[in-house]
Structures are given as C-alpha cells and as structure tokens.
C-alpha cells in the first residue's frame, strides 16, 4: 500500500508540475510565425531592403515625404493614411518599388515597414 501510495503521489506531482511549465511557458503564435520572427532576414533591420538608410526607405525621399501632398495629412483625398480606432490620422503608407511598404508618422519618422509578399 505504501508504495502505491508513493506511486500516485509521485504522479499526481508530476502531472501538476507539466501542467504548471506548460502554461508558464507557452509561446504566442505570433512568436511561432517565423513569417514574424525578428531572427527572420525579411525582418531584420540590417536586411538593406528594411534599412531606413535605404533611400527607398528614407523620408527625405520626395515619394515618402510628408511635403508631398499625396502623403499629407491635408490631403483629405489620399489614400494612403494611417487612422487609430477614434478615427484620427496618425500617418501613411509608401509601397515602394520592390513590392514593400514604408510606414510613416504625419511627421515623416518611419515607423515600421512590411516586406514584399
């Protein structure tokens, strides 16, 4: 009997500690998307494509300025902007030639840039 005893508890701890690490170490499937992954070169920012060194990616490039009036916040006509959930402008999008996207605040800073599908 002791040992059965032994046995159960034994498992009985084991399962509660599997349980326990599996939860605590649970990754979200956005980190499982090697699509998303940082470590993925589409993403990575020395990748010369992602690089803001880029003059594809530069705002002092006439296509991604803010001063160009397809990229104004004036513009009520563009097609381009950015809006948060309350409705207001927040920035735009670039595509650029090789199929990417630049995204940009109203202000000109890129902020973030998605690679050709």
Excluded at 47 to 59: I, K, V
Excluded at 65 to 85: E, H, L, Q, R, Y
Aim: charged share 10%.
């Amino acid at each position: 009997m002791k040992i059965w005893f032994k046995t159960a508890l034994h498992s009985c701890t084991m399962l509660a500690a599997t349980l326990v690490c599996t939860v605590c170490f649970a990754q979200s499937p956005s980190s499982q998307n090697w699509a998303n992954n940082p470590l993925n070169w589409k993403n990575n920012p020395n990748n010369w494509q992602n690089n803001p060194n880029n003059w594809q990616n530069s705002s002092q490039n006439w296509n991604n300025s803010p001063d160009n009036w397809k990229n104004s916040a004036s513009n009520f006509n563009s097609t381009n902007g950015i809006f948060d959930s309350s409705g207001n402008r927040i920035g735009y999008s670039v595509p650029n030639a090789n199929g990417s996207l630049n995204f940009f605040n109203n202000d000109g800073t890129r902020r973030a840039y998605a690679p050709p599908r």
